[in-house]
């Protein structure tokens, strides 16, 4: 309950006077969320012996067909060998195209294969039917406050690549 007053609960209470206990209800909240959010994706990911990583690779690459090897690292924030583990399965399972850079030939420009647009689309679906219902339920207003609430809690330099990624899909 919110600090003097009394009654109100982890919706009601005024945001300035957060508890502990109800910054927990949220933490836990979001994990369980989370849960949901990814129990599709993974059990169909599962299949092919793939895991969260994969997923994320697919993603952004679907988002910016071409991007670079380097601008994925810099989205995801992983090692390059993590990231070149994914992308060596991801490329020899027939789902990613790696083409080489036409002004600079050192780069890596990285595509989804019609077989890997097809499991992106498989991966998202459930994702967002589960993102719509539950901004539908929730209603405007709270899907820009958890907007913000989310924007709020990256770091400075994950904002910005945030807000570009939005900007240019890249």
Known sequence: ????RPGQGFGG???LFLTDEQLRQGIEAMFFAYRGFTADPDRILAELAYG?????AIHFINRAPGTTVN????I??????????????????GL???RVGVTDKRERHLFLTDKGRALETSLSDAQRARMRAAYKDAGPEAVQGFKRVLESMMDSDMRRAYAKLRETGA
């Open 76 to 93: 995801l924030g992983v090692t390059k060998q993590s990231l070149n583990r994914v992308l060596r399965a991801l490329i020899g399972d």
């Open 71 to 74: 601008n994925l690292l810099s």
């Open 1 to 4: 309950m919110a600090e003097g």
């Open 13 to 15: 209470e005024s945001l």
């Open 96 to 98: 990613v195209e790696s």
């Open 52 to 56: 969260r990583a994969h997923h994320r």
